[in-house]
């Protein structure tokens, strides 16, 4: 496994980030090691369905393009509403930070309203004290890097004399809701080795007792708890190898082989008839 050298740190690109270490090496990120090691079987029916659904929804326009630019626009389709649904979730995570800090939001755009009030009856009836947000955590032993959510004490609800309970929290406001691999990106962030604080050292790790995600929607919210232990670490190991050899495989393919150049053997040749082929020697 590769060797990262403290500290880790997070480097912001346009609409993305990468994480690296003091060398300036590229440390994975959690998500991305599930992105490229979980295969993603239901992406293909959606880039389908979403690439036809545009097509019949846009039929007049497409139709008076040319055939070139209407190709092009018929394979941009599905990018532009998984950007879009990426986009909403930017915003709804930037207001969730800003809301879980106990600071004020304005200008929220209509389409978003549903899911800020959602998000702020979660914090209101779990009474959520914030102990971590927007974070950034690292594994050396394991060799990768995340940023999660939230980590907060929750009112437990099976608790009648008010109990807390420290939970690891992934924020989520996909229309699908929430998949397994979730359960192996908590145990990625839970099992890091430390995170960095507020002045960007390094800390040890807290310890959280539950692990889950909040499905943040227009109409509600959820708290689902995820299994994110021990197994779940060793499985987005797994994942972390397949990573690795899609990475790799490309070299493990030598370059061709030419015959032996002795020019005074013989060449075999085909010698074709109407009824069978045979093979000679000349």
């Not at 019949?56 to 190709?71: C, F, I, T, Y």
């Not at 998949?179 to 040890?204: H, I, M, N, S, W």
């Not at 509600?220 to 987005?236: F, K």
């Amino acid at each position: 496994m590769t060797e990262f050298v403290p500290p880790i740190r997070r480097r912001n690109y346009g609409k993305g980030h990468g994480y690296v270490d003091a060398n300036g090496q590229k440390m994975p990120g959690v998500t991305t090691i599930l992105s490229k090691g979980v295969p993603k079987e239901a992406l293909i029916n959606w880039a389908a369905n979403a690439t036809a659904d545009y097509a019949v929804n846009k039929w007049d326009d497409l139709g008076s393009m040319e055939p070139a630019a209407r190709l092009k626009r018929l394979k941009d389709a599905r990018y532009e509403e998984r950007d879009a649904a990426a986009n909403r979730g930017t915003e709804i995570h930037g207001y969730g930070e800003r809301l879980v800090k106990g600071e004020g939001v304005k200008g929220i755009p209509d389409a978003l309203r549903g899911y800020v009030e959602a998000y702020v009856r979660f914090l209101d009836e779990f009474d959520v004290e914030p102990v971590l947000v927007e974070t950034v955590v690292a594994s050396y032993k394991y060799g990768w890097a995340g940023t999660f959510d939230l980590l907060a004490d929750l009112v437990d609800p099976t608790d009648t004399d008010g109990g807390r309970v420290r939970w690891l929290l992934d924020l989520k406001s996909n229309r699908s809701g929430i998949f397994g691999e979730t359960a192996l990106q908590l145990a990625g962030y839970r099992y890091c080795d430390v995170y960095l604080d507020d002045k960007g050292a390094e800390q040890p790790m807290l310890e959280v007792a539950r692990t889950g995600a909040v499905h943040v929607r227009a109409d509600g919210y959820s708290l689902i708890p995820t299994e994110s232990g021990e197994r779940q670490l060793r499985q987005l190991r797994y994942c972390q190898q397949v990573m690795k050899f899609g990475e790799e495989s490309r070299d493990l393919i030598g370059a061709p082989i030419d015959p032996p150049t002795d020019p005074d053997a013989a060449t075999a040749r085909v010698v074709w008839s109407d009824q069978n082929a045979g093979v000679k020697s000349a």
